[in-house]
């Protein structure tokens, strides 16, 4: 992957596509994306959801909601999917867009605010997993509290953050998915499969793995 490209993602899965825009506004770079790299992103991330609540049930997906000026990594993301997980039989996905300002993602470290958050889980009552195409919300104890109580399992597309181990040790996030914190241009073998598409840029990251890391 070009490194220009890695910078992309790695912004958008950190503080979404509200601090995207400041990037590109502030940064000067091309805003040609290469799409197929979110495509897979999304792909993956339905599958193991998925496979996370053994094929059955229904999801929530939370993405910002970047207004009339679509996003469209952000975009390609979601579209990947929610067509993926429609493919899973006894799988079901509503979508909600969180409207934040880029001021407010960068306040919140770019996770979803926790208000909204919260918002979401009662108006969608009856999912198994959560997705977040953000950071994990900030979380006081009794509002992890509320989550764990809940029965929902969290699903992280972001930059993997040092508060995220303990989360996951108390089972607050169920799974995380990544960049792979390798920046190296070696050059790689051309990939044959979505999976193998997506294990060259991203890792996976469960509670247990989660315990190895320093």
Known sequence: MKKQTRD??????????????LYYAFGG????????????LGAVAAEETAKLLGNKGEVLVMAPDSGSYKNPS????????????KKQKGMKVKAERIQISPMLMMATGGGVPPEQ?????????GVGAVVLFFGFPQLRDEEIQKLKKSGVKAVVVSSFRSGYKQLMAQQVIHLAIMPRLDTSETAKPVAQTVRERFDQDFTIV????????P
């Open 29 to 40: 770079r091309s805003q040609k994306i290469d799409l197929d790299t979110y495509q897979v």
């Open 8 to 21: 992309i993602i790695i912004g958008t899965v950190a503080v979404g596509a509200a601090v995207i825009a």
């Open 117 to 125: 958050f919260f918002k979401a889980l009662e108006q969608h009552t």
């Open 74 to 85: 952000v975009e390609a993301e979601l579209a990947a999917f929610e067509k993926m997980l």
């Open 206 to 213: 469960t509670p247990a793995d989660a315990a190895a890391l």
